[in-house]
């Protein structure tokens, strides 16, 4: 039998980490091995927990989610940790930052549990989630303040249609939507986001969303 993935739940909130462990422990793929209130907390056990993921929330004492995600994932960590970051629509500028930070993706803290468990699985298994519901208004909203990237995807020799395909991720289309947009097949796509990530150098989806707007593809 396959293990079950490993999560650290990371919230200020009593209610809420017993919320999340409740849920996840009653699956049987899934385990909570780990519960703590602040971000210094969430990186110092998950040096010794070695989770899975981390289901993150954003703004905590001592330490806030951001920095802790950058602690845990950013760049140059040895052993980068998956985040999925939770938040609510008033703390959307700290979720951008997060997924700059690192993290693999983000939901609302209000998101159905069928849609928690989806995240911690898709996080899980290295693809990164994107909801498309919120990804226009959380990272679209704030694209006016991110600074734009040296140069363009053009310079890296993306083709035409590779930058049709980028454009269409950072509106939040999945691989499906993406291949219908497009009339072609999800392979098709599947092949053009990968070597939209090989050419521009960039973990996931979550990194290509952040770059097109830096790039100034999405406006």
Do not use: W
């Not at 996840?24 to 091995?33: F, K, L, R, S």
């Not at 907390?41 to 981390?54: K, M, N, Q, T």
């Not at 004492?61 to 950013?74: M, N, S």
């Amino acid at each position: 039998m396959t293990a079950p993935i490993r999560v650290l739940v990371c919230d200020d909130q009593a209610l809420i980490r017993t919320g999340f462990s409740t849920i996840i422990d009653a699956q049987p793929d899934i385990e909570v091995v780990g519960e703590c209130g602040d971000g210094r907390a969430a990186v110092d056990l998950a040096g010794r927990l070695h989770p899975d993921v981390v289901v993150m929330d954003v703004r905590m004492p001592v330490l806030d989610g951001i920095k802790a995600t950058r602690l845990l994932a950013g760049a140059g960590v040895a052993h980068p940790v998956k985040v999925l970051v939770v938040t609510t629509f008033n703390l959307d500028e700290y979720v951008y930052e997060a997924l700059r930070a690192g993290a693999s993706g983000f939901l609302l803290k209000d998101a159905p549990a069928a849609q928690l468990l989806h995240g911690i699985r898709t996080v899980a298994s290295g693809a990164a989630l994107l909801a498309p519901e919120v990804t226009r208004q959380l990272v679209g909203r704030y694209a006016a303040r991110i600074r734009p990237a040296e140069g363009t995807p053009g310079d890296v020799g993306l083709t035409p249609r590779e930058l049709e395909v980028l454009r269409l991720i950072a509106d939040g289309l999945s691989n499906s939507e993406i291949a219908a947009t497009l009339v072609i097949s999800q392979e098709t796509v599947k092949t053009y986001v990968s070597r939209i990530l090989t050419k521009l150098d960039l973990r996931d989806r979550v990194q290509a969303v952040v770059y097109a707007y830096r790039a100034g593809l999405v406006t």
